[in-house]
């Protein structure tokens, strides 16, 4: 069996700005520098740039719930957006961070098979990094066992 060295992350945010300080996060304070661990991150700004390049392999989805949408493209809803995922790649951790404080909204999509829900606030990143920390280690773990 092959030792896990890179795990693949899709950043779904509309919001350039934020996804590329999540990018640099993840890059530069996720793991330990000694780690052989590298990421391949990709980022989609829309829900359909996100379906049109996904792949079955991906590990963990960043994905915010509110996004825009672009003209000429399909209008998903969060919840839609994830039931296409799950239907796509189930073995992938999907991760929420929005700006919603809806709590309903949120139990809902446990409900449909979110890994975490994150609000973004001043501290998302911090719960980001032990979310995403707790999901590796979890795909790590379903890799061996």
């Known amino acids: 069996m ?5 795990i693949k992350i899709v950043i779904v945010e509309d919001d350039q700005y934020y996804a590329e300080s999540l990018k640099a996060h993840i890059q530069h ?23 049109n390049g996904l792949e079955k392999n991906i590990d963990i989805i960043i994905l915010d719930y509110n996004l825009e949408s672009n003209p000429g493209n399909l209008h998903y809803s969060g919840q ?3 039931k296409i995922i ?5 073995d992938c951790k ?3 961070v929005s700006g919603q404080k809806d709590q309903d909204v949120a ?12 609000e973004k606030d001043e501290d998302a990143l911090i719960r980001l990094s032990s979310t995403l920390r707790r999901a590796i280690r979890d795909k790590i773990l379903d890799h061996y066992i």
């Open 86 to 90: 799950n239907g796509f790649c189930n």
């Open 80 to 82: 839609e957006l994830l």
């Open 107 to 118: 139990i809902e999509l446990f409900q449909i098979g979110i890994y975490e829900y994150i």
């Open 29 to 51: 304070h996720l793991v330990k520098a000694e780690s052989n661990l590298t990421f391949d991150i990709k980022h989609y700004t829309s829900a359909q740039g996100c379906l």
């Open 94 to 96: 999907v991760i929420i």
């Open 2 to 6: 092959n030792l896990i060295s890179n």
